[in-house]
């Protein structure tokens, strides 16, 4: 479930304004409109489920609705490799 951050604390009920980096996301790569729901976690730790109310050119409005749980941290512990390639390989790689 994906979700974005909001820089205080939320209550349900209330209108917020977003702006920065997280409102240019929703804006620019989810395309999301009025009326639509995504989820938004606080700087307490608490997600919401939020209808947005209002698009500007930098900035929206949105109002949390209801709290939802926040899933438990995977036990799965994940770790990433890189081979190291040849000589002339790894000269390749670093000159592009």
Known sequence: ?????FDGVLECGRQYELKGEEAGHILKSRRLRVGDYFFIQDEQGRRFEVVLQNL???????????TVPVPPQSPLRLEILQALPKEKALDFILQK
């Open 1 to 5: 479930m994906s979700y974005f951050i």
């Open 56 to 66: 500007s050119r930098n900035s929206l409005k949105f109002v949390p609705e209801k």
